[in-house]
Nanobody
Framework: VQLVESGGGLVQSGGSLRLSCAAS????????IAWFRQAPGKEREGVSC????????EYADFVKGRFIISYDNAKNTVYLQMNNLKPEDTAVYYC???????????????????WGQGTQVTVSS
């Protein structure tokens, strides 16, 4: 499995960005793709995840109502639309993939086996 993120950048507080995660190399079966983020000096945390049917599974409380995850099956690409960005959203954003049925709740790093290289999102105040 290969995952390539793009779409990060510098944006002012209140602005929007759309991250993309281009995925390839999947075998047959159920899987989930999640977005994580890691701010300087902090642990990586789960942001949102979506299953292979294109159904959003969960959003972290700190992004609910602002971020939207979606999946274009034809392009094998997962998107994270980020609206009303705040300085505290500044982080490196990673997408990750795992096989198996849906796991309720926020995505947990330990369960995801394939990772992209990350894309930097910086929100200025």
């Amino acid at each position: 499995v290969q995952l390539v993120e793009s779409g990060g950048g510098l944006v002012q507080s209140g602005g929007s960005l759309r991250l993309s995660c281009a995925a390839s190399g999947f075998t047959f079966g159920e899987y989930s793709i999640a977005w994580f983020r890691q701010a300087p000096g902090k642990e990586r945390e789960g942001v949102s995840c979506i299953n292979s049917r294109g159904e959003a599974i969960e959003y972290a409380d700190f992004v609910k109502g602002r971020f939207i995850i979606s999946y274009d099956n034809a392009k094998n690409t997962v998107y994270l639309q980020m609206n009303n960005l705040k300085p505290e959203d500044t982080a490196v954003y990673y997408c990750a993939q795992t096989y198996g049925p849906d796991m309720p709740g926020r995505p947990l790093e330990a369960f995801y086996t394939s990772w992209g290289q990350g894309t930097q999102v910086t929100v200025s105040s």
